[in-house]
């Protein structure tokens, strides 16, 4: 069980972390440790709730290249990513579903379903969407 633990956290470039207090771990090191934890229990489906929260942009970055490696190099099992700001999903994601006051809205391949239209019904106003380098950055109007 140390091997694989000590494994996981080389893979996710965290390594030094190992022997060290929780609480004294920086944020966005400490959101690697919580993925290399989750995937300590093997197969299932990791989900992977807001992670990106509160993290800095050199953690926030570190974190999106973990997923990435973790998508190439891992497969199987999938996993699942909730967030509320498309910048945050991975070059590696495949698929998209989004929900509005608890109902499935639209769901499906992440390029149909990550667009102007299905984006501006899900939040209720204009959404531009685009596409670079993998990343989904995201843009509304201004207030009111």
């Known amino acids: 069980m140390r091997e694989r633990a000590h494994a996981l956290l080389a893979e996710l470039r965290i390594e030094d972390l190992a022997g060290r207090p929780y609480g004294v771990r920086p944020g966005g090191r400490r959101a ?28 926030f970055e570190d974190l999106i290249g973990a997923l990435r490696h973790l998508a190439g190099s891992r497969p199987k099992p999938a996993r699942v990513a909730v967030t509320h700001h498309l910048e945050e999903l991975s070059p590696a ?26 984006m501006t019904a899900c939040s209720g106003r204009s959404i531009e969407v685009t596409r670079h380098a993998g990343r989904w950055p995201a843009r509304s109007g201004g207030f009111g």
């Open 32 to 59: 690697r440790l919580l993925i290399a934890r989750a995937l300590m229990a093997g197969p299932g489906l990791p989900l992977l709730d807001e992670p990106f929260h509160a993290l800095d942009l050199p953690s």
């Open 93 to 118: 994601i495949t698929h998209a579903l989004l929900l509005r006051e608890g109902s499935v809205l639209a769901r499906g391949v992440v390029e149909e379903v990550l667009t102007r239209e299905p």
